[in-house]
């Protein structure tokens, strides 16, 4: 199969990242990470926006993948207060390639348990890391390759020396990694064994990097530009009863993201800011992919204008005939390969109960496509509006197509569609009398063959993008024609090429550079650039976005800001958001669509051995504010419907231990408390913002990532309230200077002091109490009172220096109106 040839291409790769890691001396990385080394002393380079060539490109991404690599490894040692080693032993081992190759004698439990590529510590000696502690003088690095038995594993060490700056032909000697060569060829000899982290996934992502030079699409990918992208012989049509329903149920920007998909370009970027229907986008881009056909052969039903040649006799047809059906005369090839099902995997199916769909088309192929993210619940958000909704057939009629989902943890509403799920039932459908073994349960290989039978049979497979890099796809007798990655903006680049890498012919990147970018652990890989994503790399290089613009989520009021700050004002709201998010509690000024408080006395503070902060005296004044609104709004006592959103996980942690102890334990079903990154494509009716930073002298450290600001204030559909230091955010970042300023302008800016008790008293809430009036009575009072005033001065016309109504006045928010 091709893709088996292809994972033995990259295997010289592997083997060049597996010497470059093992060769790594624990002790060194330790001690060099309390340093600041500069990029030239690391051999790292910058993140481009575009490059000259393709070892340019690989050149640039394996030097800061590599730092990743350290700081994953480092950060054990942080975040493990003591690690002890375990015992085992070394049974046998053997040499290949330049490795060694022992086999680990090693009862694990729960902690300790090993998998395949876990990354783990060998030493002569017993160890302990903790604090000042050292390791002895003789331990390397090992990968795990597989489990052998239960308890036996084989390892993979590379003892013949240390690799110098990424050169594999430049090989230090080392007396630690030559002890260790001892150790491993003594039968029998015993080891204390640490596991230090999995390394899959940057395996998968290292791979990836490499294959770039076998992608059609590499070009594009280097230079950010696509040749023939106007190019209408490669348009794909779908039929009109479909496209008449798309154009009914999407609006015109996410028309233009399906449309773009149906030009057949390369690579489509569609960039969807808060609220404006992602999903359902992708969701019409799945009902487009799956049943277009290419426009030069669809036309009315009938082929347009193709050209021929001339006639041929008789008998030189019939020599053709036979040539193209051979089972004309025999047995047709493809009951040969049919599942036994019926379904040839070529068409959709409706439901997942492996029965075909039956199309009624002309149609004799249809497009494969793998569904990407870069977490479990973002891909999981997709499958489910999926189960729910299912996609539109070529006569738009509903039906769910076959799919699956492969990965680990499938969220329980999606698990009737999980590939483990979906393998338990084959085999509850197997006639187990055909085989004794049968009936001691389905060996490996049953289940391995089943796998890929499910996977040949789904028209849609979701995996996350690092499990899109499992060698379960090569067991594929067809790869994916379309890949479509949602959160693409969340992803490092190396992860997007995971997909890529076995092959397609176009790819759809969904998401929003500026909200959350991809974690990153590495500060040398972050500041190199590490973190911007492929669609963010491709938009600065100036390849075409296309941008969703129309949101349903957030009251005009809020949406305001994100738009003119972070679109370039480019968003509207949809018909009757306003209506729609209008809430009773908005009856007080400092209840509105959006509010700041000023903590004008509140302190920050570091906890001993932390490098997060907290501020108690907003943990206070939150409090209180919770307590007023659902005691005056008891609708809004629910997690679903009220979240308290900080940057920083100590704010949260003090948070959840606070309403715990006022509350109760089940606190957490009355209010949804979480860090920026866990609200990521989630909506509250009221978000309540804790930015905690407060100090006359400090920065505001990563909360001025404005990608935080954005997603911290956009999560809210009806109130964003934000409480924080107006001086320390409008000195720290521009972002927020503008946010306070425009808090403001719209007279939502409230200036709290202590006892914080006083500002919810019912007669400061009187003064604060609002009375409601539509936009329309609203302007009509406005001209009312211009008409009153022109007349009262003499001035009929309403123009002049009386007449003239200053934007102050009424613009501002003065009247309670926002600025659009």
């Known amino acids: ?134 390791l002895p003088t003789t331990y390397a690095f090992a990968l795990v390759e597989n489990r052998v038995r239960k308890d036996e594993f084989s390892l993979r060490l590379f003892l013949a020396g240390e690799v110098e700056m990424s050169n594999i032909d430049e090989i230090k000697h080392s007396v630690r990694l030559s002890s260790m060569h001892t150790v491993v060829n003594q039968p029998e000899k015993g080891v204390w064994v640490i596991k230090i982290c999995s390394l899959s996934t940057i395996l998968r992502e290292y791979v990836a990097i490499w294959s770039i030079g076998s992608l059609p699409f590499k070009d594009l990918i280097l230079s950010a530009a696509e040749r023939d992208a106007n190019s209408e012989d490669r348009a794909w049509k779908i039929p009109v009863p479909l496209m008449e329903f798309l154009e009914t149920n999407h609006n015109t920007s996410q028309m233009e993201a399906i449309n773009a998909g149906l030009s057949r370009k390369t690579f489509v970027l569609i960039q969807g800011p808060p609220g404006t229907g992602k999903t359902q986008t992708i969701l019409g881009l799945l009902s487009a992919i799956l049943h277009a056909a290419p426009a030069r052969v669809q036309s009315k039903g009938a082929s347009r204008n193709l050209k021929r040649g001339p006639e041929f006799s008789i008998k030189e047809k019939y020599n053709h005939w036979i040539q193209a059906s051979p089972w004309l005369t025999g047995t047709n090839p493809r009951d040969d390969i049919m599942p036994i099902d019926g379904d040839d995997g070529f068409f959709p199916t409706t439901g997942n109960d492996l029965k075909p769909e039956v199309v009624n088309s002309n149609r004799k192929y249809r497009v494969r496509v793998l569904v990407c993210a870069p977490s479990n619940s973002a891909l999981d958000e997709i499958v489910l509006r999926l189960l729910n909704t299912g996609i539109r057939d070529e006569n738009d009629r509903a039906y769910n197509p076959k799919i699956v989902r492969i990965g680990l943890r499938p969220h329980h509403s999606v698990q009737a569609v999980s590939m483990d799920y979906l393998v338990e039932q084959k085999l509850a459908g197997m006639d187990h009398s055909i085989s004794d073994t049968r009936k001691h349960g389905a060996t490996g290989q049953d289940r391995d063959s089943i796998r890929a039978s499910v996977l040949d049979e789904a028209a849609i497979v979701f995996s996350t993008l690092s499990f899109s890099g499992s060698p379960l796809f090569t067991k594929m007798n067809r790869m994916f024609d379309v890949v479509i990655i ?248 521009k972002h927020w200077r503008n946010l306070v300023e425009k808090a403001e302008k719209q007279n939502g800016l409230f200036k709290v002091s202590k006892p914080y008790a006083s500002f919810f008293s019912d007669n400061n809430l009187k003064i604060m109490e609002v009375k409601v009036k539509s936009t329309i009575e609203s302007l009509e009072d406005q001209l009312d009172e211009m008409e009153n005033n022109a007349i009262i001065y003499g001035n009929p016309t309403g123009e002049g220096e009386q007449g003239n109504m200053e934007d102050e006045d009424y613009g501002d928010g003065e009247a309670g109106f926002d600025e659009d």
């Not at 910058?46 to 490894?73: P, R």
């Not at 490795?99 to 348990?113: G, I, M, R, W």
């Not at 407060?694 to 009806?718: C, Q």
Request: with cysteine.
């Open 486 to 733: 949602d959160e693409a903006a969340q992803a490092v680049e190396p992860a997007t090429l995971v997909p890529l890498a076995s092959g397609c012919k176009q790819v759809f990147l969904v998401g929003d550079p500026v909200q959350l970018p991809a974690t990153v652990i590495s500060r040398t890989a972050e500041r190199f650039g590490y973190g911007m994503s492929m669609f963010k790399r491709l938009q600065r290089a100036g390849y075409p976005v296309q941008m969703l613009k129309t949101q349903y989520r957030m009251h005009p009021e809020i949406r305001s800001f994100p738009s003119r700050e972070f679109y370039n004002d480019a968003l509207e709201d949809g018909p009757d958001v306003k209506d729609q998010t209008e809430r009773s509690w908005h009856e007080y000024r400092c209840f509105a669509p959006f509010c700041f408080f000023d903590i004008e006395d509140g302190v920050e503070s570091q906890p001993s051995g932390s490098g997060s902060w907290v501020n108690v005296d907003e943990v206070d004044f939150v409090l209180l504010m919770y307590h007023k609104l659902v005691t005056k709004y008891p609708e809004l006592r629910s997690s679903s419907r009220i979240a308290i959103i900080s940057p920083y996980r100590h704010q949260v942690k003090l948070f959840r231990k606070r309403f715990c102890d006022t509350f109760g334990t089940e606190s957490d079903k009355l209010v949804d408390i979480n860090t920026v990154d866990g609200f990521q494509g989630r909506e509250k009716d009221v978000a309540i913002f804790s930015c905690v930073r407060a100090s006359s002298d400090k920065g505001i450290g990563f909360l001025a990532d404005f990608r935080r600001m954005n997603v911290g204030i956009t999560r809210a559909r009806s109130s964003i309230l934000v409480v924080g230091s107006a001086s320390t955010l409008k000195r720290g970042d």
């Open 1 to 134: 199969m091709d893709v088996e040839k292809n994972r033995a291409q990259y295997e010289p790769y592997l083997n060049r990242f597996r010497k470059i890691v093992l060769s790594w001396d624990y002790l060194r990385l330790l001690s060099e990470s309390e340093k600041k080394l500069d990029g030239a002393a690391l051999g790292v380079k910058e993140v481009k926006d575009t490059y000259e060539d393709i070892n340019d490109y690989i050149g640039t991404f394996e030097s800061l993948l590599f730092e990743e690599v350290k700081a994953q490894i480092i950060q054990q040692k942080d975040e493990e207060e003591v690690t002890e080693g375990q015992f085992g032993v070394i049974t046998k081992c053997s040499e290949a390639d330049g490795f060694h190759k022992p086999v680990l004698a090693y009862v694990t439990n729960e902690d300790q348990t090993l998998s395949d590529n876990d990354l783990i510590l060998l030493s002569k000696e017993k160890v302990m890391v903790q604090g000042g502690v050292t």
